[in-house]
C-alpha cells in the first residue's frame, strides 16, 4: 500500500498542478491562435497598412496653384505670365497627385482644377496629367501633354468642343492657352490616338464614351489643340 502512495501522479499530490497546467494549457492555446490569427489577418494588416500610407500621402499634396494665388495677392510671387521663357529650375515641378493649375475651354462647361497624374483619386477631384512617358509633359516643356476626366463630371463638356475653341490652361507657373483642330472616338487600346514622340508641345484631352455611360466602355472621346501661346520652360536662361 506504501509503495502505491508513492507512485501517485503530481495531479493526485500536488496543488499547484491544479493552477500550473491550466496556465500552461491556456499559454499554448493563446499562442497557436496567435500563430493562426497572424497568418489569417496578414493580408488585412497589409491592406489596411495600404490605406494609411496612402491617406498619408493624399494629406500631403500641394496645391501649387491656389498658393501661386495667394503669393501673387501678398506681392511675393514672380510675375511669370508674360514671361517668354521661364528657367524650369526656378518654378516647383508637381508631384502625383499635386493640384498644379485649372483648365477651361471657351464655349463649352468646362472649368476643372489640374492635377499631376491620373489615378483614381485625383480623377475623382478633378482633371489629370498623364505622366508615365518621356514624351509627355505639363505646359510649356514642349511635349505632348495628355489630360484625362471623368464624362459625367468634369469633362463632360467636352462634347460641346468645336473646331477653333480656345483651351486656356492656367498653372501656378503661366497662362497657356490651345486652338482645337480635331475631335473623335477611338477604342482605348488604340495606339493611333496620342503620338508621344513629337517635339512640338499639343495638348489632348479624352474621356470615356458615350458620354452618358456608368462604368467601364471601350471607347474614348479625344480632343486634339495646338499651342498657341505660354511662357517655354527652359533648362537655364543663360
Known amino acids: 500500500m506504501t509503495h502505491s502512495s508513492s507512485n501517485r501522479s503530481f495531479l493526485r499530490k500536488s496543488w499547484a498542478a491544479y493552477i ?25 494588416k497589409e491592406m489596411v497598412g495600404w490605406f494609411f500610407s496612402k491617406s498619408e500621402e493624399i494629406e500631403t499634396n500641394r496645391d501649387l496653384y491656389s498658393q501661386a ?14 514671361a517668354q521663357t521661364i528657367d524650369k529650375q526656378s518654378i516647383t515641378y508637381p508631384y502625383p497627385g499635386d493640384r498644379y493649375g485649372e483648365i477651361s475651354i471657351e464655349g463649352t462647361t468646362v472649368s476643372a482644377p489640374l492635377y499631376y497624374g491620373d489615378d483614381t483619386a485625383t480623377l475623382n477631384k478633378g482633371v489629370g496629367t498623364f505622366k508615365d512617358d518621356v514624351g509627355v509633359g505639363i505646359p510649356g516643356e514642349g511635349k505632348t501633354i495628355l489630360l484625362a476626366g471623368h464624362n459625367n463630371t468634369f469633362f463632360n463638356g467636352l462634347q460641346q468642343v468645336e473646331v477653333g475653341d480656345i483651351v486656356t490652361i492656367e498653372t501656378h ?40 455611360a456608368l462604368g467601364f466602355t471601350s471607347d474614348r472621346y479625344f480632343v486634339y489643340a495646338k499651342y498657341v501661346s505660354g511662357p517655354v520652360l527652359v533648362d537655364g536662361e543663360g
Not at 69 to 82: C, E, L, W, Y
Not at 182 to 204: C, H, P, S, W
Open 20 to 44: 500550473a497546467v491550466p496556465i500552461l494549457f491556456a499559454v499554448i492555446s493563446i499562442g497557436a491562435l496567435f500563430l493562426l490569427g497572424n497568418a489569417l489577418l496578414s493580408p488585412y
Open 69 to 82: 494665388i495667394a503669393d501673387a495677392q501678398n506681392g511675393t510671387a514672380a510675375q511669370n505670365n508674360t
Open 173 to 212: 507657373y503661366g497662362t497657356y492657352t490651345y486652338e482645337v483642330t480635331d475631335m473623335g472616338v477611338k477604342d482605348y487600346q488604340d495606339a493611333t490616338a496620342y503620338d508621344f514622340t513629337r517635339t512640338d508641345e499639343n495638348l489632348i484631352m479624352y474621356t470615356c464614351y458615350p458620354f452618358d
